[in-house]
């Protein structure tokens, strides 16, 4: 019985090796080149190393975070912290192509909305009007934004998944890129959520 559930079990791992080496070998090309192209892009916001997400994020929210003193690093740090994605069907012609991309991340108005209730009841304390009284309203924001890192750093907040449809296109060094222009993809990269301040 032994010898047969480890005959069982070794080939199903031969098994499984031969489907992933399959799969990897069914991309190649500009196809494997723009996979690996839209999943370093995803792993950018992943990271969110140095200024790469401040090149995709809407610079004067990015400037509105800074006037209050939120640092906008700290704080796509937090919004991509529950990111993950899967790759779908690359169909490509000539310079210009379509990727389907799953996206799942923090519903950041779920978030937003817990932060804003745990804010309301601390605005009526003692504490927040001293905070105030000392170091006006940007240490106010800066309390909110304390009280969504929370949330997301406790995994409180819902998820959401959506499906998207990016645009890629081929430079004239060969390189490939990802059309910026696409209000449902950075949509998707928030859960949902259309960041304004």
Not at 34 to 58: L, P, R
Not at 107 to 121: C, Q, T, V
Request: proline share 1%; hydrophobic share 40%; with cysteine.
């Amino acid at each position: 019985m032994k010898r047969s559930l480890r005959f069982a079990c070794s080939l199903l791992g031969a098994l499984a090796l031969s489907i992933a080496l399959a799969s990897c070998s069914l991309l190649s090309g500009d196809e494997a080149v723009v996979h690996d192209m839209v999943d370093n892009t995803m792993k950018i916001f992943k990271s969110t190393e140095g200024d790469d997400i401040a090149s995709f994020a809407d610079q004067s929210f990015v400037d509105t975070l800074n006037s209050y003193g939120v640092d906008a690093d700290e704080f796509f740090s937090h919004c991509f912290k529950h990111l993950s994605w899967e790759i779908g069907d690359i169909k490509l012609s000539g310079d210009t192509g379509t990727v389907s991309l799953t996206i799942t991340n923090a519903d950041l108005n779920s978030a937003f909305e817990l932060a804003g209730d745990r804010f309301d009841a601390y605005a009526e304390t003692d504490e927040a009007q001293q905070l105030f009284d000392e170091d006006g309203e940007s240490a106010l924001v800066t309390r909110l934004f304390d009280f969504f890192y929370e949330i997301m750093d406790a995994d409180e907040v819902e998820t959401a998944t959506s499906e998207v449809t990016l645009g890629v296109f081929k430079n004239e060094d060969g390189s490939w890129e990802i059309d910026p222009d696409n209000e449902a993809f950075f949509k998707a990269l928030y859960g949902g959520a259309e960041l304004s301040l």
